[in-house]
């Protein structure tokens, strides 16, 4: 039976899997938002979640104990400073995790992983109009560099060419043969 027994192993050795999780967590709050699989994206919630509410409370203490899992200075400062600014007064739920289908290779069901507060911040697309401007925008940028390169082409001035004079057959060198390679051959004991 399993009772009260939390997490899940996720196929790794527990140093693995703690290594596996801290570099997750650094990732989500590096990027805030980030594609896993959806097994990892719930071990992450359990684990990054506490680390948040921890941060709330800025002291030498909790910055020590969030220090211990994640090992990036910027990354600890702007977690300190930016994340739990922006987060505050939120009780809990600081992430949330959105299927979405599965991977092609393995058929492993993935999930995205995302800071809730960030998610409209995060990476903004735009609109489909404005690409096509821009590509045609580069387009003739792209034309006028080509006129350009022909016009200074046309500039220079061409090198006129010069006939290469006939060779006769009398100043042709004649290759000397090549020495034929000399052999040794060994007297086995039966010849002696």
Same mark, same amino acid.
């Given at each position: 039976?399993?009772?009260?027994?939390? +997490?899940?192993?996720?196929?790794?050795?527990?140093?693995? $899997?703690? &290594?596996?999780? $801290? @570099?997750?967590?650094s990732s989500l709050l590096k990027h805030k938002k980030i594609r896993t699989t959806v097994a990892k994206a719930k071990e992450?919630?359990?684990?990054?979640?506490?680390?948040?509410?921890?941060?709330?409370?800025?002291?030498?203490?909790?910055?020590?104990?969030?220090?211990?899992?994640?090992?990036? $200075? @910027?990354?600890?400062?702007?977690?300190? @400073?930016?994340? /739990?600014?922006?987060? +505050?007064?939120?009780?809990? +739920?600081?992430? $949330?995790?959105?299927?979405? #289908?599965?991977?092609? #290779?393995?058929?492993?069901?993935?999930?995205?992983?995302?800071? *809730?507060?960030?998610? +409209?911040? *995060?990476?903004?697309? &735009?609109?489909?109009? &404005?690409? /096509?401007?821009?590509?045609?925008?580069?387009?003739?940028?792209? &034309?006028?560099?080509?006129?350009?390169?022909?016009?200074?082409?046309?500039?220079?001035?061409?090198?006129?060419?010069?006939?290469k004079a006939k060779k006769s057959d009398d100043a042709k060198v004649k290759k000397a043969p090549a020495k034929a390679k000399?052999?040794?051959?060994?007297?086995?004991?039966?010849?002696?």
């Amino acid at each position: 039976m399993r009772h009260r027994v939390k +997490g899940r192993k996720l196929k790794r050795t527990s140093e693995h $899997r703690l &290594a596996t999780l $801290r @570099n997750l967590a650094s990732s989500l709050l590096k990027h805030k938002k980030i594609r896993t699989t959806v097994a990892k994206a719930k071990e992450l919630r359990s684990f990054v979640e506490p680390l948040i509410t921890k941060a709330k409370t800025d002291s030498v203490a909790s910055r020590r104990f969030v220090a211990s899992e994640i090992q990036d $200075r @910027n990354l600890l400062k702007e977690l300190f @400073n930016d994340i /739990v600014a922006k987060i +505050g007064d939120r009780p809990g +739920g600081y992430t $949330r995790i959105v299927r979405i #289908g599965q991977r092609k #290779g393995d058929a492993a069901e993935l999930a995205l992983i995302e800071l *809730v507060d960030y998610s +409209g911040i *995060v990476k903004p697309k &735009a609109p489909k109009k &404005a690409k /096509v401007e821009e590509t045609t925008k580069s387009d003739e940028t792209k &034309a006028e560099s080509a006129s350009e390169k022909k016009e200074d082409k046309k500039v220079k001035e061409k090198k006129p060419k010069v006939p290469k004079a006939k060779k006769s057959d009398d100043a042709k060198v004649k290759k000397a043969p090549a020495k034929a390679k000399t052999t040794t051959t060994r007297k086995t004991s039966k010849e002696k």
